[in-house]
């Protein structure tokens, strides 16, 4: 028979691989205690797989991101830089995951038994998905109360005659007017039914031929005072906390218990909610973009998004726009895609689901920029200024822009309540991933003790982190909101997914992964794989870590600008989980025994437990057969007891002679 190999290290059962593919010495033990389907759970189906990961991918940032940095970077030129990192770098890390976790079965942290040293990448992994899960759940807070507050016959935000308005305060239809008196003021005239009166015509003429370009007069809409001074009651600073908002507390308990109610048995519940979360956003994503397009002034705000200007593609920062977006918009490195995929079949074809998500997940984010600017180019056109004046990004598209667009339409509260709903779905998708992610992590690492209480330790999650935002729902909260999202997953994300690649293809080698992926699928993938795990995907990620850190300025909140303590409490964030790869490398170098060389081999090597989670699966043997002088293959009988070998040749030539 032909040398075979194995798994990992030393053990009597022998589970066999390509020795000149595998590279790996000794035998393999199976684990002696099964992480099995009946004791971790699985998927229902492979819908509810593919709905869960879609969702977890599809998030607010398809919706409140993409279309902004399209409309800021060249329009539809964007799409080139887009999709070649989508090419080489999103998709490639997209099925690298989801073959890692369905390989090993089991979730982010106990998955670096494939090399021991690592293992800190996988608590980074949950450390920095539990960070994210804290502030995002205020996020969904915010979002409930702007659709509770849509149940009315009147949209809240629509006025300026409330007790929390200014005097700065101006409603859409009357911004022309507006504009008018502050030109006429600025010249020392009066303003009256139209019309400045001033000393000289000249003077009246010269005010009405300016253009809202060309002066500094700016507009507060009652949809922005109403999310500053009425949803967050800002305060100065990150100073000044000042009281806690109980109606975004509330809000946030409710998200919670939501989460944790689909979360309390695993992917068996969970992935039942999915097929209602990932599907409905496309259903009011269509119905917002065949309402959009039908409204005066919608094609100039499309047209405003996808004309091209190929000029912008010589600006690197374009390129990196391009190559982050990809990067967080598919979610690698959260530990979320190899948790979903270690619920899987173990022969599922994660190769075609790579692929379709992947795609999907962009073309949403095109999609969904139709569905915006169709809607912003009405609002453009309503207020009369140019549409490059009221489109944001993030929370001031989500809470400001759009809900000042929505208000514009008949029946406003009906696409409010649409919206918003739909918004409410895209981030409970993404929480249950992130949140999934930590606890299977901590549950598979400490089966024992977790795995009997999964019940308990889920709500003592989601009590914990509600209990770390209630400073987030206080006046000041959207400063402390914007520090963790802007410290927690940034360079600290990229040094993961850079060191995950890196060991993954070079130390224990895409050869190695190559057979793992074999053992699935049934077939090797295409040597495009290797390329880009290897050189191409690694490349582009120590690119996109380069530019963040070169690039990285201090957390600001509008022209709010933080302290230094508070700049430094943000590097102290990020570093807390990647701290965690050299302390447990450390630990695993101390725990090893020999001389420093044979430690350092032991600890980047497989365990014996790794390999698939089953033990039907790890039986798999995928060695090449030991030929005959005729060719012919020689196999062993495995019920003989003293496991001679038998030559086929003989039994085919005694059928011959029949």
């Known amino acids: 028979m032909a040398p075979t190999a194995t798994f990992g290290r030393d053990s009597e059962e022998k589970t066999k691989l390509p020795a000149d593919r595998s590279g790996i010495d000794g035998d393999c033990e199976t684990p002696s205690v099964s992480s099995d389907g009946e004791d971790r759970g699985s998927w229902g189906n492979h819908m509810e797989f593919f709905l869960s990961c879609l969702g977890f991918a599809v998030g607010l940032g398809n919706v409140w991101r993409f279309p902004y940095l399209c409309y800021r970077n060249g329009g539809g030129a964007f799409l080139i830089p887009y999709v070649f990192f989508l090419v080489f770098a999103g998709v490639p890390m997209f099925f690298l995951e989801l073959s890692f976790g369905q390989f090993a079965g089991t979730g982010p942290i106990t998955i670096w038994r494939v090399?021991?040293?690592?293992?800190?990448?996988?608590?980074?992994?949950?450390?920095?998905?539990?960070?994210?899960?804290?502030?995002?759940?205020?996020?969904?807070?915010?979002?409930?109360?702007?659709?509770?507050?849509?149940?009315?016959?009147?949209?809240?935000?629509?006025?300026?005659?409330?007790?929390?308005?200014?005097?700065?305060?101006?409603?859409?239809?009357?911004?022309?007017?507006?504009?008018?008196?502050?030109?006429?003021?600025?010249?020392?005239?009066?303003?009256?039914?139209?019309?400045?009166?001033?000393a000289t015509m000249n003077a009246t003429a010269s005010m009405l031929n300016e253009t809202l370009q060309n002066t500094n007069f700016t507009r507060v809409s009652p949809t922005e005072e109403y999310w500053k001074h009425?949803?967050?009651?800002?305060?100065?600073?990150?100073?000044?906390?000042?009281?806690?908002?109980?109606s975004l507390t509330l809000c946030n308990l409710l998200g919670w218990i939501v989460v944790f109610f689909s979360l309390v048995k695993g992917v068996k519940?969970?992935?039942?909610?999915?097929?209602?979360?990932?599907?409905?956003p496309y259903i009011v994503l269509f119905i917002l973009l065949i309402r959009g397009l039908t409204l005066e002034g919608a094609w100039e705000g499309v047209k405003f998004y996808i004309e091209p200007d190929w000029s912008r593609l010589a600006h690197p920062k374009v390129w990196m726009d391009a190559a982050?977006?990809?990067?967080?918009?598919?979610?690698?490195?959260?530990?979320?895609?190899?948790?979903?995929?270690?619920?899987?079949?173990?022969?599922?074809?994660?190769?075609?689901?790579?692929?379709?998500?992947?795609?999907?997940?962009?073309?949403?984010?095109?999609?969904?920029?139709?569905?915006?600017f169709s809607v912003i180019g009405f609002m453009a056109h309503e207020i009369g200024v140019p549409v490059g004046q009221v489109i944001d990004q993030g929370p001031g598209l989500a809470f400001v822009a759009y809900p000042e667009a929505v208000s514009l339409l008949p029946i406003s509260p009906l696409w409010a309540i649409l919206f918003f709903f739909m918004l409410f779905t895209l981030g409970?998708?993404?929480?249950?991933?992130?949140?999934?992610?930590?606890?299977?992590?901590?549950?598979?690492?400490?089966?024992?003790?977790?795995?009997?209480?999964?019940?308990?330790?889920?709500?003592?999650?989601?009590?914990?982190?509600?209990?770390?935002?209630?400073?987030?729902?206080?006046?000041?909260?959207?400063?402390?909101?914007?520090?963790?999202?802007?410290?927690?997953?940034?360079?600290?994300?990229?040094i993961v997914a850079v060191t995950e690649c890196l060991v993954l293809s070079w130390l224990y080698g895409c050869d190695r992964f190559f057979d793992n992926i074999k053992m699935m699928l049934g077939s090797y993938p295409s040597i495009w794989w290797k390329i880009c795990w290897k050189v191409i995907t690694p490349v582009v990620l120590l690119g996109i870590l380069l530019f963040t850190m070169v690039n990285h300025t201090?957390?600001?909140?509008?022209?709010?600008?933080?302290?230094?303590?508070?700049?430094?409490?943000?590097?102290?964030?990020?570093?807390?989980?990647?701290?965690?790869?050299?302390?447990?490398?450390?630990?695993?170098?101390?725990?090893?025994?020999?001389?420093?060389?044979?430690?350092?081999?032991?600890?980047?090597?497989?365990?014996?437990?790794?390999?698939?989670?089953?033990?039907?699966?790890?039986?798999?043997?995928?060695?090449?057969?030991e030929l005959n002088e005729k060719g012919v293959p020689v196999i062993d009988i495995v019920p003989t007891q003293d496991e001679e070998k038998v030559d086929l040749s003989k039994s085919m030539e005694r059928i011959s002679t029949v």
């Open 230 to 246: 009425y949803v967050l009651k800002i305060s100065d600073g990150i100073d000044d906390l000042g009281g806690v908002s109980w």
């Open 428 to 494: 409970l998708d993404s929480q249950f991933g992130m949140l999934e992610a930590v606890l299977s992590g901590l549950i598979d690492e400490f089966p024992s003790i977790l795995r009997p209480n999964k019940t308990w330790f889920t709500l003592a999650i989601c009590v914990l982190q509600f209990l770390l935002a209630l400073p987030m729902v206080s006046q000041g909260g959207i400063y402390l909101l914007t520090m963790v999202d802007w410290y927690s997953a940034g360079v600290s994300l990229m």
């Open 324 to 372: 982050v977006q990809i990067f967080y918009s598919l979610g690698a490195a959260w530990g979320s895609l190899i948790t979903m995929s270690s619920y899987n079949r173990f022969n599922n074809n994660c190769y075609r689901d790579a692929l379709i998500i992947s795609f999907s997940n962009c073309a949403t984010s095109v999609f969904a920029g139709f569905v915006i």
């Open 269 to 280: 519940s969970s992935g039942k909610v999915v097929y209602f979360t990932a599907t409905f």
């Open 115 to 198: 090399a021991p040293m690592f293992k800190g990448v996988g608590f980074a992994m949950v450390m920095i998905s539990f960070l994210v899960c804290i502030y995002y759940n205020v996020i969904i807070a915010y979002i409930l109360h702007y659709l509770f507050a849509s149940f009315t016959s009147v949209l809240p935000w629509v006025s300026c005659n409330n007790d929390y308005n200014t005097a700065d305060c101006v409603e859409g239809g009357h911004v022309k007017m507006a504009f008018e008196m502050y030109k006429c003021h600025n010249i020392g005239g009066d303003y009256f039914n139209g019309t400045c009166f001033n």
């Open 554 to 625: 201090p957390v600001t909140y509008g022209k709010y600008i933080y302290p230094d303590w508070a700049d430094g409490l943000g590097w102290l964030m990020a570093m807390a989980s990647v701290v965690c790869i050299p302390i447990f490398a450390i630990i695993a170098m101390v725990q090893a025994e020999g001389s420093f060389l044979e430690r350092l081999r032991f600890v980047t090597q497989p365990t014996a437990e790794w390999g698939p989670a089953l033990n039907r699966d790890r039986d798999l043997d995928l060695s090449e057969p």
